[in-house]
C-alpha cells in the first residue's frame, strides 16, 4: 500500500509540473500553513505557493474577515524575516492589527497608489521581485488577460500573490490557482474570559486547481485555523435565536 502512495504521489507532481503548478513545499522548510481541515483539498495537502489566489468580498465585514485570512498565511510566508508587498488605492487595513495573525507590520511594504488602474501595474512589478515572500494587491476589477500576466510572473519569481477583490462589479474566471470567499460568523468567548472570542469565519473555498472545493466554519486560535465543532455552531444559533 505504502509503494502506491508513493507512486501516485509523483505521478502528481509529475502533472503539476507539466501544468507548471510549484510545488507545495515552501522551501524545503514546510508545507503546513496551519489551515486545518483545508489542507487536504489541496494537492499534497499543502497551501500552493509561486501561485495566484483570489479571495472575493463584500461588505466591511466580509472585507476584514479576508484580510485576517490572508494576514494569516502571510504569517506563515513571512518566516526567517522576509518581506511582503501589500498594494491599495484605499487601504482599510490596520497595520498593527497583523499581529494578531503571525506578522510584524514593519516587514510589510504599504504602497498606497491615487488610481486603481495604477494599483495592477504596481502588483505586477512586485511579483517580478523574487526576493518578496508575497504580495497582496486589493482592487475591485481586473481581466482575465490580466490575470494570465501575473500568473506568468509568479511562475518565474516563485513569489506567492493574493488579490483581493473588494466588491468586484463582475465575479469573472481568472487564471488563478484559487477563488476564495472569506465571511465573519459571531465568536465564542472563552469560559471565564473577558473581551472578545477569537476571529471566526465561513471559510469557502470555491475553485482549486488539482484539488477539491469545500466549505468550512472555522476559529483562527494559536496561530490556526481550527475547525468549529458542528455542536457548538448549532449552541450559538440557538442562543442567537433566544435573544433576536
Known amino acids: 500500500m505504502a509503494g502506491n502512495n508513493q507512486v501516485i504521489q509523483k505521478l502528481r507532481e509529475e502533472i503539476m509540473a507539466l501544468e507548471r503548478f510549484p510545488s507545495p513545499k515552501l522551501g524545503g522548510h514546510f508545507s503546513s500553513f496551519g489551515l486545518g481541515p483545508i489542507e487536504a483539498s489541496f494537492s499534497g495537502n499543502a497551501f500552493p505557493v509561486g501561485a495566484i489566489h483570489e479571495f472575493i468580498s463584500q461588505g466591511v465585514g466580509g472585507a476584514a474577515s479576508t484580510n485576517g485570512f490572508i494576514a494569516g498565511l502571510l504569517g506563515k510566508l513571512m518566516q526567517k524575516g522576509r518581506f511582503c508587498l501589500w498594494v491599495s488605492n484605499q487601504r482599510p487595513l490596520f497595520p498593527q492589527g497583523l499581529k494578531h495573525f503571525g506578522v510584524e507590520a514593519d516587514r510589510i511594504i504599504f504602497i498606497d497608489v491615487k488610481r486603481e488602474k495604477d494599483v495592477l501595474w504596481t502588483i505586477e512589478q512586485g511579483l517580478k521581485c523574487g526576493v518578496l515572500a508575497a504580495v497582496v494587491g486589493e482592487l475591485k476589477d481586473i481581466s482575465f488577460a490580466e490575470s494570465q500576466r501575473?500568473?506568468?510572473?509568479?511562475?518565474?519569481?516563485?513569489?506567492?500573490?493574493?488579490?483581493?477583490?473588494?466588491?468586484?462589479?463582475?465575479?469573472?474566471?481568472?487564471?488563478?490557482?484559487?477563488?476564495?470567499?472569506?465571511?465573519?460568523?459571531?465568536?465564542?468567548?472563552?469560559?471565564?474570559?473577558?473581551?472578545?472570542?477569537?476571529?471566526?469565519?465561513?471559510?469557502?473555498?470555491?475553485?482549486?486547481?488539482?484539488?477539491?472545493?469545500?466549505?468550512?466554519?472555522?476559529?483562527?486560535?494559536?496561530?490556526?485555523?481550527?475547525?468549529?465543532?458542528?455542536?457548538?455552531?448549532?449552541?450559538?444559533?440557538?442562543?442567537?435565536?433566544?435573544?433576536?
Request: charged share 30%; with cysteine; hydrophobic share 35%.
Open 150 to 244: 501575473l500568473q506568468l510572473a509568479v511562475e518565474r519569481s516563485r513569489v506567492t500573490g493574493f488579490l483581493h477583490r473588494h466588491q468586484p462589479r463582475r465575479e469573472h474566471a481568472l487564471a488563478c490557482v484559487t477563488r476564495w470567499k472569506i465571511r465573519p460568523i459571531p465568536s465564542q468567548l472563552e469560559e471565564g474570559m473577558p473581551g472578545m472570542g477569537f476571529p471566526r469565519w465561513k471559510v469557502e473555498l470555491i475553485k482549486v486547481r488539482n484539488g477539491r472545493p469545500g466549505e468550512w466554519k472555522l476559529e483562527w486560535k494559536g496561530g490556526y485555523c481550527q475547525a468549529i465543532p458542528a455542536e457548538k455552531v448549532e449552541q450559538r444559533s440557538k442562543m442567537e435565536q433566544h435573544y433576536a
